[in-house]
């Protein structure tokens, strides 16, 4: 089963908006809550973000590309 970070930072913003106090014990509730709630953003945003890694060719292996440099297949400029 996989985590709703979505609704936990709902949940976290709605816990933050219920702390209406200026004590000290408020203060850290809210640092508290904001550490989580970016937290739950990072994960929420960065799940799936894992791209899929391209192989290029080794340096000196003879690549060339396909296509002619350009719209007239100059050769590149030196």
Sequence with gaps: ?????????LHL???QDCLRGDDNLTEKMLTAL???I???LTAEYT??????VVPFP???AGWR???PFGNRGENPPS
């Design 13 to 15: 913003e709605h816990a």
């Design 58 to 60: 080794p340096v000196g």
């Design 47 to 52: 799940r799936n973000q894992a791209g899929k």
């Design 65 to 67: 590309p396909k296509k």
């Design 34 to 36: 904001s550490l989580l």
């Design 38 to 40: 970016d937290a739950a």
């Design 1 to 9: 089963m996989r985590s709703d970070f979505a609704t936990a930072r």
